[in-house]
Nanobody
Framework: QVQLVESGGGLVQAGGSLRLSCAAS????????MGWYRQAPGKQRDLVAV???????NYADYVKGRFTISLDNAKNTVYLQMNSLRPEDTAVYYC?????????????WGQGTQVTVSA
């Protein structure tokens, strides 16, 4: 079994910064991608950013230039540095990973961490 443990959410004023972390733990797995999604109340869950183990990155247009994703392969941990936060960034942020385990591709989700940006 693989677990994703997230941390770093909270309340911040508009223009502020937060850093999210997500660590994958378990045994016998190889990460393909790790990323962040977010879901605001009444809305669908949307991609924020994703990074492959080779360092290829994809950002949603609405965070480009403000958010930075990074991956520590040795620690199986993905980070999301969020700068210039806006009230519309308020959402529950979910960590996601696609990995290979016992020869099978699997997808896991974290429990979510609340990010609230006040005007």
């Amino acid at each position: 079994q693989v677990q994703l443990v997230e941390s770093g959410g909270g309340l911040v004023q508009a223009g502020g910064s937060l850093r999210l972390s997500c660590a994958a733990s378990g045994s016998s797995f190889s990460i393909n991608t790790m990323g962040w999604y977010r879901q605001a109340p009444g809305k669908q869950r949307d991609l924020v950013a994703v990074i492959t183990s080779a360092g290829i990155i994809n950002y949603a247009d609405y965070v480009k230039g403000r958010f930075t994703i990074s991956l520590d392969n040795a620690k199986n941990t993905v980070y999301l540095q969020m700068n210039s936060l806006r009230p519309e960034d308020t959402a529950v942020y979910y960590c996601n990973t696609e990995l290979a385990r016992v020869g099978i591709l699997m997808t896991y989700w974290g429990q979510g961490t609340q990010v609230t940006v006040s005007a």
